[in-house]
């Protein structure tokens, strides 16, 4: 497996980020290999989703790994692998705060629906069908916004700076809130 390149707003043409991807149409070996390789990008990256523009590929793929029972992750991981994937049905709404690995050093609070049906195809081309719930249908709106060149900070209610302090913590920095008149 190849560790591929991550895209980011800071360093790259952002061009492929910010475009609708293309449909897939082959399911191939290269596909499976491809579907592998993000995977372990985005292990490398410690992200739960990966979308083919952020690797600079202009396809309708994503990748997520996230645990059935988060109490147990390393006995319940999933993993998704969603081919011209199609929100389907969403409900409800939440505000949740995501990351990005194309934004590195951002959070944003985002409103997401807290359910979504999705319809996409697996690796054989064969349709598949996956209800999400909660954080994991996070991800999976997140990844999908991808595939059509929209990022976290598009949908944003407030956006953060995240800055490391010294003893490891992190802190997040409102960017953009009005400057306190003193
Ligand atoms: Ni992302």
């Known amino acids: 497996m190849t560790t591929l390149r991550i895209l980011t707003i800071w360093e790259d043409d952002v061009e492929i980020l910010r475009r609708p991807a293309q449909r ?10 491809l579907l592998e390789n993000m995977v372990e990008t985005m292990r490398d990256g410690k992200g739960v989703g990966l ?39 969403a409900k409800g709404a939440e505000i ?17 629906a807290t359910y979504v049906l999705i319809k996409a195809q697996d690796r054989y081309g064969k349709s598949q069908r996956i209800k999400a719930y909660d954080w994991l249908a996070r991800i999976f709106q997140h990844e999908i916004d991808h595939l059509a060149g929209v990022l976290m900070t598009d949908r ?13 913590e992190v802190e997040l920095v409102p960017v953009g809130e009005a400057i306190q008149q003193g």
């Open 156 to 168: 944003a209610e407030q956006v953060y700076k995240v800055v490391e302090l010294e003893d490891g």
């Open 24 to 33: 897939v149409r082959t399911f191939d070996n290269r596909l499976h290999q």
């Open 51 to 89: 979308a083919a523009p952020q690797v600079g590929l202009d396809q309708r793929i994503f990748v997520i790994e996230y645990p059935e029972d988060p109490e147990r992750p390393e006995e319940t991981m999933q993993r998704y692998e969603m081919i011209n994937p199609e929100i389907v049905k």
């Open 96 to 112: 949740g705060q995501e990351g990005c690995l194309s934004l590195p050093g951002l959070a944003a609070d985002v409103d997401r």
